[in-house]
Protein backbone atom coordinates (compact mmCIF):
# COMPACT_ATOMS: atom_id res chain seq x y z
CA UNK A 1 0.00 0.00 0.00
CA UNK A 2 1.11 3.46 1.19
CA UNK A 3 -0.95 6.02 0.48
CA UNK A 4 1.09 8.70 1.51
CA UNK A 5 3.83 7.84 -0.82
CA UNK A 6 3.72 6.22 -4.44
CA UNK A 7 6.44 5.39 -7.15
CA UNK A 8 7.52 6.05 -9.98
CA UNK A 9 8.77 4.12 -12.53
CA UNK A 10 10.27 5.89 -15.79
CA UNK A 11 11.09 4.33 -18.80
CA UNK A 12 13.34 5.36 -22.27
CA UNK A 13 16.06 5.31 -23.47
CA UNK A 14 17.91 7.25 -20.78
CA UNK A 15 18.10 5.76 -17.43
CA UNK A 16 16.01 8.41 -15.32
CA UNK A 17 13.32 8.22 -12.21
CA UNK A 18 10.52 9.67 -10.64
CA UNK A 19 9.04 9.03 -7.18
CA UNK A 20 6.16 11.24 -5.84
CA UNK A 21 5.65 12.22 -2.21
CA UNK A 22 1.97 14.00 -1.34
CA UNK A 23 3.78 16.03 1.65
CA UNK A 24 4.99 18.82 0.53
CA UNK A 25 3.25 18.96 -2.89
CA UNK A 26 3.95 22.20 -4.19
CA UNK A 27 7.85 21.77 -5.52
CA UNK A 28 7.13 18.23 -7.06
CA UNK A 29 3.61 18.86 -8.81
CA UNK A 30 5.75 20.04 -12.47
CA UNK A 31 7.79 16.90 -12.30
CA UNK A 32 5.57 14.15 -14.37
CA UNK A 33 5.36 16.92 -16.35
CA UNK A 34 8.87 17.86 -16.99
CA UNK A 35 9.59 14.33 -17.72
CA UNK A 36 7.13 13.72 -20.61
CA UNK A 37 7.80 17.07 -22.17
CA UNK A 38 11.46 15.80 -22.48
CA UNK A 39 10.36 13.42 -23.93
CA UNK A 40 10.49 10.69 -22.01
CA UNK A 41 8.33 8.25 -20.63
CA UNK A 42 6.48 7.46 -17.06
CA UNK A 43 5.00 4.90 -15.35
CA UNK A 44 3.91 4.88 -11.67
CA UNK A 45 4.22 1.70 -10.10
CA UNK A 46 1.87 1.69 -7.09
CA UNK A 47 0.61 -1.40 -4.58
CA UNK A 48 -2.69 1.05 -4.11
CA UNK A 49 -5.28 -1.84 -3.54
CA UNK A 50 -7.78 0.42 -1.88
CA UNK A 51 -8.76 1.84 -5.14
CA UNK A 52 -9.40 1.38 -9.10
CA UNK A 53 -6.73 2.85 -11.16
CA UNK A 54 -9.44 5.02 -12.56
CA UNK A 55 -10.03 6.62 -9.18
CA UNK A 56 -6.26 6.52 -7.98
CA UNK A 57 -5.36 8.69 -11.03
CA UNK A 58 -8.64 11.33 -10.13
CA UNK A 59 -7.20 12.19 -6.51
CA UNK A 60 -3.54 12.92 -8.29
CA UNK A 61 -5.30 14.42 -11.53
CA UNK A 62 -7.44 16.64 -8.31
CA UNK A 63 -3.91 17.36 -6.67
CA UNK A 64 -2.46 18.75 -9.62
CA UNK A 65 0.18 15.64 -11.02
CA UNK A 66 0.06 15.65 -14.66
CA UNK A 67 -0.70 11.49 -14.58
CA UNK A 68 -2.85 9.05 -16.81
CA UNK A 69 -4.59 6.00 -15.81
CA UNK A 70 -2.38 4.23 -18.78
CA UNK A 71 0.55 5.16 -16.69
CA UNK A 72 -0.16 3.40 -13.81
CA UNK A 73 0.78 -0.42 -13.19
CA UNK A 74 -1.48 -1.24 -10.06
CA UNK A 75 -1.87 -5.01 -8.27
CA UNK A 76 -5.43 -5.32 -9.17
CA UNK A 77 -4.74 -5.52 -13.03
CA UNK A 78 -1.65 -7.52 -12.54
CA UNK A 79 -3.77 -10.05 -10.25
CA UNK A 80 -6.64 -10.31 -13.09
CA UNK A 81 -4.05 -11.09 -15.46
CA UNK A 82 -2.78 -14.01 -13.76
CA UNK A 83 -6.44 -15.16 -12.65
CA UNK A 84 -7.05 -15.17 -16.19
CA UNK A 85 -4.47 -17.36 -17.83
CA UNK A 86 -4.79 -19.74 -15.03
CA UNK A 87 -8.73 -20.10 -14.86
CA UNK A 88 -8.75 -19.32 -11.23
CA UNK A 89 -12.13 -17.90 -10.38
CA UNK A 90 -11.08 -15.60 -6.94
CA UNK A 91 -12.94 -15.02 -3.74
CA UNK A 92 -12.41 -11.51 -3.10
CA UNK A 93 -10.99 -10.00 0.23
CA UNK A 94 -10.47 -6.49 -0.70
CA UNK A 95 -11.36 -2.94 -0.09
CA UNK A 96 -15.00 -1.92 -1.91
CA UNK A 97 -13.16 0.38 -4.19
CA UNK A 98 -11.29 -1.79 -5.90
CA UNK A 99 -14.09 -4.50 -6.59
CA UNK A 100 -14.94 -2.75 -9.98
CA UNK A 101 -11.47 -3.41 -11.30
CA UNK A 102 -12.63 -7.77 -11.31
CA UNK A 103 -15.88 -6.70 -13.37
CA UNK A 104 -14.80 -8.80 -16.18
CA UNK A 105 -13.93 -11.75 -14.04
CA UNK A 106 -15.50 -15.35 -12.97
CA UNK A 107 -16.39 -15.25 -9.55
CA UNK A 108 -18.25 -18.43 -9.13
CA UNK A 109 -17.49 -21.44 -7.52
CA UNK A 110 -14.66 -19.96 -6.19
CA UNK A 111 -10.87 -21.87 -6.27
CA UNK A 112 -8.64 -19.29 -5.17
CA UNK A 113 -8.64 -16.30 -2.51
CA UNK A 114 -7.32 -12.80 -3.82
CA UNK A 115 -6.47 -10.50 -0.60
CA UNK A 116 -5.98 -6.98 -1.24
CA UNK A 117 -5.65 -4.29 1.72
CA UNK A 118 -9.19 -4.94 2.96
CA UNK A 119 -9.36 -1.42 5.63
CA UNK A 120 -12.82 -2.29 7.29
CA UNK A 121 -13.73 -5.32 5.20
CA UNK A 122 -10.77 -6.95 7.70
CA UNK A 123 -13.72 -8.49 9.75
CA UNK A 124 -13.47 -11.43 11.94
CA UNK A 125 -16.48 -12.80 9.85
CA UNK A 126 -14.98 -12.00 6.65
CA UNK A 127 -11.27 -13.53 7.70
CA UNK A 128 -13.36 -16.58 8.46
CA UNK A 129 -14.74 -17.05 5.59
CA UNK A 130 -11.77 -16.38 3.40
CA UNK A 131 -10.14 -19.07 5.79
CA UNK A 132 -12.94 -21.63 5.51
CA UNK A 133 -12.68 -21.51 1.30
CA UNK A 134 -9.36 -21.91 1.40
CA UNK A 135 -8.59 -25.01 3.79
CA UNK A 136 -11.42 -26.26 2.26
CA UNK A 137 -9.42 -26.68 -1.37
CA UNK A 138 -7.54 -29.26 -2.04
CA UNK A 139 -4.26 -26.99 -3.02
CA UNK A 140 -5.63 -23.75 -1.41
CA UNK A 141 -4.21 -20.66 -3.32
CA UNK A 142 -3.98 -17.46 -1.75
CA UNK A 143 -3.31 -14.68 -4.49
CA UNK A 144 -1.91 -11.29 -2.19
CA UNK A 145 -2.34 -7.65 -3.46
CA UNK A 146 1.11 -7.17 -1.67
CA UNK A 147 2.81 -7.98 1.55
CA UNK A 148 3.21 -4.54 3.33
CA UNK A 149 3.36 -4.83 6.85
CA UNK A 150 1.26 -1.56 8.30
CA UNK A 151 0.82 2.16 6.02
CA UNK A 152 0.51 5.32 7.80
CA UNK A 153 -3.14 7.45 7.76
CA UNK A 154 -4.19 10.74 9.04
CA UNK A 155 -5.62 8.57 11.97
CA UNK A 156 -2.63 6.73 12.50
CA UNK A 157 -1.15 3.21 11.38
CA UNK A 158 -2.49 0.29 10.49
CA UNK A 159 -2.12 -3.17 9.72
CA UNK A 160 -1.34 -3.53 5.54
CA UNK A 161 -2.27 -6.80 3.92
CA UNK A 162 0.89 -8.57 4.59
CA UNK A 163 -0.45 -8.72 7.93
CA UNK A 164 -3.39 -10.36 7.08
CA UNK A 165 -1.75 -12.46 4.34
CA UNK A 166 0.84 -14.05 6.68
CA UNK A 167 -2.78 -14.97 9.62
CA UNK A 168 -4.16 -16.95 6.22
CA UNK A 169 -0.67 -18.65 5.17
CA UNK A 170 -0.62 -20.02 8.93
CA UNK A 171 -4.00 -21.03 9.27
CA UNK A 172 -3.58 -22.77 5.72
CA UNK A 173 0.05 -24.26 6.05
CA UNK A 174 0.19 -22.17 2.37
CA UNK A 175 2.68 -19.66 0.98
CA UNK A 176 0.82 -16.38 -0.67
CA UNK A 177 1.45 -15.49 -4.44
CA UNK A 178 2.34 -11.88 -3.86
CA UNK A 179 1.41 -9.82 -7.04
CA UNK A 180 3.03 -6.52 -6.64
CA UNK A 181 5.78 -4.72 -5.71
CA UNK A 182 8.30 -6.46 -4.98
CA UNK A 183 7.24 -9.35 -7.08
CA UNK A 184 9.56 -9.46 -9.79
CA UNK A 185 6.46 -9.82 -12.43
CA UNK A 186 4.56 -7.00 -11.20
CA UNK A 187 8.02 -4.98 -12.32
CA UNK A 188 8.09 -6.94 -15.19
CA UNK A 189 4.70 -6.20 -16.07
CA UNK A 190 5.17 -2.59 -15.92
CA UNK A 191 8.60 -2.77 -18.53
CA UNK A 192 6.34 -4.87 -20.86
CA UNK A 193 3.45 -2.01 -21.08
CA UNK A 194 6.03 0.23 -21.95
CA UNK A 195 7.92 -1.37 -24.01
CA UNK A 196 11.73 -0.87 -22.97
CA UNK A 197 13.73 -3.15 -21.61
CA UNK A 198 15.11 -3.15 -17.81
CA UNK A 199 18.74 -1.89 -18.56
CA UNK A 200 16.93 0.72 -20.43
CA UNK A 201 14.91 2.05 -17.11
CA UNK A 202 15.36 3.25 -13.28
CA UNK A 203 12.81 3.06 -10.57
CA UNK A 204 12.72 5.50 -7.89
CA UNK A 205 11.20 4.86 -4.67
CA UNK A 206 11.42 5.46 -1.29
CA UNK A 207 11.32 2.05 -0.14
CA UNK A 208 14.21 0.19 -0.19
CA UNK A 209 13.03 -2.97 -0.41
CA UNK A 210 9.73 -3.02 -2.03
CA UNK A 211 10.87 0.09 -4.97
CA UNK A 212 14.88 -0.55 -5.01
CA UNK A 213 15.45 -4.62 -4.20
CA UNK A 214 12.23 -5.52 -6.25
CA UNK A 215 13.37 -3.15 -9.74
CA UNK A 216 17.09 -4.59 -9.27
CA UNK A 217 15.97 -7.89 -9.06
CA UNK A 218 14.35 -6.91 -12.58
CA UNK A 219 17.64 -6.22 -13.91
CA UNK A 220 16.84 -1.94 -13.51
CA UNK A 221 18.54 0.01 -11.85
CA UNK A 222 17.35 2.03 -8.71
CA UNK A 223 17.47 5.20 -7.14
CA UNK A 224 15.77 5.68 -3.53
CA UNK A 225 14.85 9.08 -2.61
CA UNK A 226 15.40 10.12 1.42
CA UNK A 227 11.93 11.19 1.56
CA UNK A 228 8.85 9.18 3.13
CA UNK A 229 9.78 5.67 4.20
CA UNK A 230 13.13 6.41 4.12
CA UNK A 231 14.87 5.84 7.09
CA UNK A 232 19.09 6.39 7.79
CA UNK A 233 19.56 3.08 8.84
CA UNK A 234 18.05 1.79 5.45
CA UNK A 235 21.82 2.83 3.85
CA UNK A 236 23.25 0.03 6.08
CA UNK A 237 21.06 -2.97 4.59
CA UNK A 238 22.20 -5.98 4.40
CA UNK A 239 20.52 -7.18 1.34
CA UNK A 240 19.85 -4.23 -0.65
CA UNK A 241 21.60 -1.41 -2.17
CA UNK A 242 20.39 1.39 -4.51
CA UNK A 243 22.16 2.57 -7.41
CA UNK A 244 22.27 6.33 -6.03
CA UNK A 245 20.43 8.14 -3.03
CA UNK A 246 18.73 11.46 -4.17
CA UNK A 247 17.66 13.88 -1.66
CA UNK A 248 13.79 14.25 -3.33
CA UNK A 249 11.75 13.95 -6.78
CA UNK A 250 12.82 17.51 -8.28
CA UNK A 251 16.13 16.68 -7.31
CA UNK A 252 16.12 12.93 -8.88
CA UNK A 253 14.23 14.68 -12.20
CA UNK A 254 16.65 17.90 -12.27
CA UNK A 255 19.52 14.98 -12.58
CA UNK A 256 17.76 13.49 -14.82
CA UNK A 257 16.88 16.04 -17.43
CA UNK A 258 20.75 17.19 -17.36
CA UNK A 259 21.98 13.84 -18.25
CA UNK A 260 19.67 13.52 -21.30
CA UNK B 1 -7.70 -23.76 21.82
CA UNK B 2 -10.20 -26.45 21.55
CA UNK B 3 -13.23 -26.53 22.34
CA UNK B 4 -14.60 -29.54 21.10
CA UNK B 5 -11.52 -31.45 22.69
CA UNK B 6 -9.55 -30.69 25.91
CA UNK B 7 -6.56 -32.59 27.52
CA UNK B 8 -6.06 -33.88 31.07
CA UNK B 9 -2.34 -34.03 32.69
CA UNK B 10 -2.30 -36.38 35.76
CA UNK B 11 -0.12 -36.82 38.07
CA UNK B 12 1.14 -38.98 41.19
CA UNK B 13 4.02 -41.93 41.46
CA UNK B 14 2.24 -43.88 39.07
CA UNK B 15 2.32 -42.70 35.45
CA UNK B 16 -1.08 -42.44 33.95
CA UNK B 17 -3.16 -40.25 31.86
CA UNK B 18 -6.34 -38.26 31.28
CA UNK B 19 -8.26 -36.97 28.00
CA UNK B 20 -11.77 -35.96 27.23
CA UNK B 21 -13.89 -35.67 24.34
CA UNK B 22 -16.71 -34.07 24.29
CA UNK B 23 -18.11 -35.83 21.64
CA UNK B 24 -19.42 -39.38 22.56
CA UNK B 25 -19.65 -38.23 25.93
CA UNK B 26 -21.48 -40.87 28.04
CA UNK B 27 -18.79 -43.19 28.34
CA UNK B 28 -15.70 -40.50 29.31
CA UNK B 29 -18.21 -38.89 32.96
CA UNK B 30 -17.08 -41.41 35.17
CA UNK B 31 -13.12 -40.70 33.65
CA UNK B 32 -12.20 -37.98 36.18
CA UNK B 33 -13.81 -39.61 39.56
CA UNK B 34 -12.30 -43.58 38.65
CA UNK B 35 -8.68 -41.63 38.23
CA UNK B 36 -9.10 -39.87 41.31
CA UNK B 37 -11.00 -42.36 43.91
CA UNK B 38 -7.99 -44.56 42.79
CA UNK B 39 -5.62 -42.36 44.76
CA UNK B 40 -4.39 -40.23 41.93
CA UNK B 41 -4.05 -36.80 40.83
CA UNK B 42 -5.47 -35.02 38.15
CA UNK B 43 -4.47 -31.74 36.09
CA UNK B 44 -6.46 -30.72 33.09
CA UNK B 45 -4.21 -29.03 30.92
CA UNK B 46 -6.48 -26.58 28.71
CA UNK B 47 -5.32 -23.76 25.62
CA UNK B 48 -9.01 -22.61 26.42
CA UNK B 49 -9.17 -18.57 26.30
CA UNK B 50 -12.51 -17.68 26.18
CA UNK B 51 -13.72 -18.35 29.43
CA UNK B 52 -12.28 -17.89 33.10
CA UNK B 53 -11.27 -21.03 34.90
CA UNK B 54 -14.58 -20.83 36.98
CA UNK B 55 -16.10 -20.64 33.89
CA UNK B 56 -15.01 -23.31 32.24
CA UNK B 57 -15.30 -26.01 34.99
CA UNK B 58 -18.64 -25.16 35.90
CA UNK B 59 -19.22 -25.95 32.20
CA UNK B 60 -17.28 -29.52 32.13
CA UNK B 61 -19.33 -29.79 35.85
CA UNK B 62 -22.99 -29.69 33.83
CA UNK B 63 -21.75 -32.20 31.53
CA UNK B 64 -21.41 -34.33 34.28
CA UNK B 65 -17.05 -34.28 34.75
CA UNK B 66 -15.75 -34.72 38.08
CA UNK B 67 -13.42 -31.36 38.01
CA UNK B 68 -12.27 -28.76 40.29
CA UNK B 69 -10.94 -25.44 39.49
CA UNK B 70 -7.57 -26.10 41.38
CA UNK B 71 -7.32 -28.95 38.66
CA UNK B 72 -7.34 -26.57 35.25
CA UNK B 73 -3.82 -25.11 33.91
CA UNK B 74 -4.57 -22.51 31.96
CA UNK B 75 -2.95 -19.82 29.92
CA UNK B 76 -4.43 -17.25 31.39
CA UNK B 77 -2.84 -17.47 34.87
CA UNK B 78 0.17 -18.50 33.28
CA UNK B 79 0.70 -15.33 31.65
CA UNK B 80 -0.79 -13.66 35.29
CA UNK B 81 2.14 -15.00 36.77
CA UNK B 82 4.50 -14.35 33.58
CA UNK B 83 3.66 -10.46 33.84
CA UNK B 84 3.68 -9.70 37.03
CA UNK B 85 7.55 -11.36 37.87
CA UNK B 86 8.44 -9.05 34.62
CA UNK B 87 6.38 -6.09 36.02
CA UNK B 88 4.82 -5.80 32.53
CA UNK B 89 1.58 -4.12 32.69
CA UNK B 90 -0.88 -5.10 29.70
CA UNK B 91 -3.08 -4.47 27.08
CA UNK B 92 -5.05 -7.27 26.57
CA UNK B 93 -6.40 -7.96 23.13
CA UNK B 94 -8.69 -10.85 24.52
CA UNK B 95 -12.34 -12.69 24.98
CA UNK B 96 -14.57 -10.16 27.01
CA UNK B 97 -15.24 -13.48 28.83
CA UNK B 98 -11.55 -13.81 29.53
CA UNK B 99 -10.81 -10.55 31.27
CA UNK B 100 -11.80 -11.46 34.91
CA UNK B 101 -8.40 -13.84 35.01
CA UNK B 102 -6.83 -10.13 34.56
CA UNK B 103 -8.75 -8.39 37.54
CA UNK B 104 -5.36 -8.19 39.63
CA UNK B 105 -3.06 -7.31 36.81
CA UNK B 106 -1.48 -3.43 36.65
CA UNK B 107 -3.20 -2.27 33.09
CA UNK B 108 -2.40 1.24 33.46
CA UNK B 109 0.30 2.36 30.80
CA UNK B 110 0.91 -0.67 28.75
CA UNK B 111 4.23 -1.78 28.13
CA UNK B 112 2.86 -5.51 26.53
CA UNK B 113 0.15 -6.54 24.47
CA UNK B 114 -1.60 -10.03 25.28
CA UNK B 115 -3.07 -11.90 22.96
CA UNK B 116 -5.67 -14.81 23.21
CA UNK B 117 -8.87 -16.20 21.40
CA UNK B 118 -10.74 -13.17 21.23
CA UNK B 119 -12.74 -14.21 18.52
CA UNK B 120 -15.64 -10.90 17.74
CA UNK B 121 -13.27 -8.80 19.17
CA UNK B 122 -10.86 -9.44 16.76
CA UNK B 123 -12.12 -6.37 14.65
CA UNK B 124 -10.21 -4.50 12.48
CA UNK B 125 -9.93 -1.61 15.29
CA UNK B 126 -9.20 -3.34 18.21
CA UNK B 127 -5.89 -5.38 16.00
CA UNK B 128 -5.06 -1.96 14.57
CA UNK B 129 -4.84 -0.79 18.45
CA UNK B 130 -2.92 -3.70 19.64
CA UNK B 131 -0.55 -2.88 16.94
CA UNK B 132 0.07 0.74 17.45
CA UNK B 133 0.61 0.05 20.90
CA UNK B 134 3.44 -2.78 19.89
CA UNK B 135 5.13 -0.71 17.37
CA UNK B 136 5.18 2.28 19.23
CA UNK B 137 7.19 0.22 22.14
CA UNK B 138 11.00 0.39 21.92
CA UNK B 139 11.23 -3.38 22.40
CA UNK B 140 7.89 -4.74 21.45
CA UNK B 141 6.52 -7.54 23.71
CA UNK B 142 3.54 -9.69 22.48
CA UNK B 143 2.24 -12.38 25.02
CA UNK B 144 0.22 -15.13 22.93
CA UNK B 145 -1.83 -17.31 25.13
CA UNK B 146 -1.51 -20.34 22.57
CA UNK B 147 -0.50 -20.34 19.10
CA UNK B 148 -3.61 -22.61 17.60
CA UNK B 149 -3.93 -22.70 14.06
CA UNK B 150 -8.04 -22.60 13.82
CA UNK B 151 -10.26 -25.17 15.86
CA UNK B 152 -14.32 -26.28 14.80
CA UNK B 153 -16.86 -24.47 16.65
CA UNK B 154 -21.03 -25.72 15.53
CA UNK B 155 -21.23 -23.09 13.14
CA UNK B 156 -18.00 -24.21 11.66
CA UNK B 157 -14.00 -23.86 11.43
CA UNK B 158 -12.68 -20.58 12.56
CA UNK B 159 -9.58 -18.72 13.15
CA UNK B 160 -7.29 -19.21 15.99
CA UNK B 161 -5.43 -16.92 18.35
CA UNK B 162 -1.71 -18.21 16.37
CA UNK B 163 -3.06 -16.47 12.86
CA UNK B 164 -3.21 -13.11 14.54
CA UNK B 165 -0.26 -13.65 16.40
CA UNK B 166 1.17 -14.30 12.90
CA UNK B 167 -0.21 -11.27 11.80
CA UNK B 168 1.19 -8.82 14.64
CA UNK B 169 4.97 -10.47 14.83
CA UNK B 170 5.03 -9.62 11.13
CA UNK B 171 3.76 -6.27 11.15
CA UNK B 172 6.18 -5.40 14.24
CA UNK B 173 9.15 -8.02 13.18
CA UNK B 174 8.48 -9.42 16.46
CA UNK B 175 8.41 -12.75 18.04
CA UNK B 176 5.78 -13.53 20.60
CA UNK B 177 6.40 -15.25 23.86
CA UNK B 178 3.89 -18.22 23.41
CA UNK B 179 1.95 -18.86 26.79
CA UNK B 180 0.03 -22.44 26.88
CA UNK B 181 0.32 -25.64 25.10
CA UNK B 182 3.09 -26.89 23.35
CA UNK B 183 5.48 -24.49 25.28
CA UNK B 184 7.72 -26.24 27.98
CA UNK B 185 6.85 -23.53 31.16
CA UNK B 186 3.16 -24.41 30.60
CA UNK B 187 3.87 -28.15 31.22
CA UNK B 188 6.23 -27.24 33.84
CA UNK B 189 3.84 -24.94 35.88
CA UNK B 190 0.98 -27.67 35.81
CA UNK B 191 3.70 -30.19 37.22
CA UNK B 192 4.94 -27.43 39.56
CA UNK B 193 0.71 -26.80 40.50
CA UNK B 194 0.69 -30.74 41.61
CA UNK B 195 4.64 -30.71 42.53
CA UNK B 196 5.20 -33.88 40.58
CA UNK B 197 8.41 -34.56 39.05
CA UNK B 198 7.79 -35.08 35.00
CA UNK B 199 9.24 -38.57 34.98
CA UNK B 200 5.90 -39.11 37.24
CA UNK B 201 3.50 -38.10 34.93
CA UNK B 202 2.09 -38.40 31.93
CA UNK B 203 0.30 -36.31 29.45
CA UNK B 204 -2.74 -37.74 27.28
CA UNK B 205 -3.84 -35.52 24.13
CA UNK B 206 -5.02 -36.07 20.65
CA UNK B 207 -3.29 -33.56 19.28
CA UNK B 208 0.34 -34.30 18.13
CA UNK B 209 2.57 -31.11 19.01
CA UNK B 210 0.50 -29.34 21.42
CA UNK B 211 0.14 -31.82 23.78
CA UNK B 212 2.74 -35.06 23.19
CA UNK B 213 5.41 -33.03 21.64
CA UNK B 214 5.06 -30.32 24.53
CA UNK B 215 4.92 -32.56 27.28
CA UNK B 216 7.86 -34.87 26.20
CA UNK B 217 10.07 -31.71 25.79
CA UNK B 218 9.25 -31.35 29.40
CA UNK B 219 10.79 -34.96 30.55
CA UNK B 220 7.18 -36.45 30.59
CA UNK B 221 5.71 -39.45 28.90
CA UNK B 222 2.39 -38.41 26.95
CA UNK B 223 -0.05 -40.99 25.19
CA UNK B 224 -1.87 -39.50 21.72
CA UNK B 225 -5.26 -40.93 21.67
CA UNK B 226 -7.18 -41.85 19.06
CA UNK B 227 -10.04 -39.09 18.82
CA UNK B 228 -10.40 -35.43 18.32
CA UNK B 229 -7.43 -33.51 16.16
CA UNK B 230 -6.08 -37.12 15.93
CA UNK B 231 -5.51 -38.02 12.27
CA UNK B 232 -3.74 -41.07 11.24
CA UNK B 233 -0.69 -39.11 9.67
CA UNK B 234 0.30 -38.42 13.15
CA UNK B 235 1.58 -41.48 13.43
CA UNK B 236 4.37 -40.80 10.98
CA UNK B 237 4.68 -37.10 12.27
CA UNK B 238 8.60 -36.53 11.17
CA UNK B 239 9.24 -35.43 14.94
CA UNK B 240 7.23 -36.22 17.81
CA UNK B 241 6.59 -39.44 18.57
CA UNK B 242 3.98 -40.59 21.66
CA UNK B 243 5.21 -43.28 23.77
CA UNK B 244 1.75 -45.09 22.77
CA UNK B 245 -1.16 -44.38 21.74
CA UNK B 246 -4.62 -45.29 23.22
CA UNK B 247 -8.13 -45.74 21.19
CA UNK B 248 -10.17 -43.30 23.78
CA UNK B 249 -9.80 -41.54 27.22
CA UNK B 250 -12.15 -44.75 29.08
CA UNK B 251 -9.69 -47.47 27.49
CA UNK B 252 -6.43 -45.22 28.90
CA UNK B 253 -8.21 -44.82 32.13
CA UNK B 254 -8.56 -48.89 32.06
CA UNK B 255 -5.11 -49.23 31.65
CA UNK B 256 -3.67 -47.01 34.02
CA UNK B 257 -5.95 -48.16 37.08
CA UNK B 258 -4.63 -52.00 35.82
CA UNK B 259 -1.50 -51.17 36.12
CA UNK B 260 -1.29 -49.25 39.94
Known amino acids: MGRDTFHCLRLLQAPSSLALDTSGLTPLLPSPHRIKAAGLKLQLCTNETQATRENF ?59 GDAAENFTYANLNEAFRLLIGMEKPILISLGKGRYYKETDGLKLDVGAYMKALEYACDVQAEVVGKPAKRFFESALAELGVPPEQAIMIGDDIVSDVGGAQQCGMRALQVRTGKYRPSDENHPEVKPDAYVNNLAEAVDIILRHL
Open 57 to 115: VKKLRALGFDISVAEVTAPAPAACRLLKERGLRPHLLVHDDLIPEFAEVDKTNPNCVVL
